[in-house]
Nanobody, 124 residues
Framework: QVHLVESGGGLVQAGGSLRLSCAAS????????MGWFRQAPGKEREFVAA????????YYADSVKGRFTISRDNAKNTVYLQMNSLKPEDTAVYYC?????????????????WGQGTQVTVSS
């Protein structure tokens, strides 16, 4: 069993920054890739970023590449998402998730543990 808790969301003006955190308990995550997803009202949940268990490789959706940075601290069992140059279209609930298998995939159906989500709202 894995319990994931996101934090760090909020209201920010366009061009601003936020740092999201995803703290895990119940299992050590260092052997798992981890992903961040987001879901805007009326839209499907979409992949944002992922990171290898070792932290050695990262993956991003084209829409956030160059603006967002995913990282992790395995000693703290925590994954982060640094979001810079935020745009109104980044407004969504952001979720962290653990894949069913240990490796990354952009398909949200292949993740079995999810946090409760944290709201990010970017005003224009």
């Amino acid at each position: 069993q894995v319990h994931l808790v996101e934090s760090g969301g909020g209201l920010v003006q366009a061009g601003g920054s936020l740092r999201l955190s995803c703290a895990a308990s119940g299992r050590t995550l260092s052997s798992y890739d981890m992903g961040w997803f987001r879901q805007a009202p009326g839209k499907e949940r979409e992949f944002v970023a992922a990171i290898r268990g070792s932290g050695g490789s990262t993956y991003y959706a084209d829409s956030v590449k160059g603006r967002f940075t995913i990282s992790r601290d395995n000693a703290k069992n925590t994954v982060y998402l640094q979001m810079n140059s935020l745009k109104p279209e980044d407004t969504a609930v952001y979720y962290c998730a653990k894949p069913i298998r240990s490796f990354y995939t952009p398909d949200p159906r292949m993740y079995d543990y999810w946090g409760q989500g944290t709201q990010v709202t970017v005003s224009s």
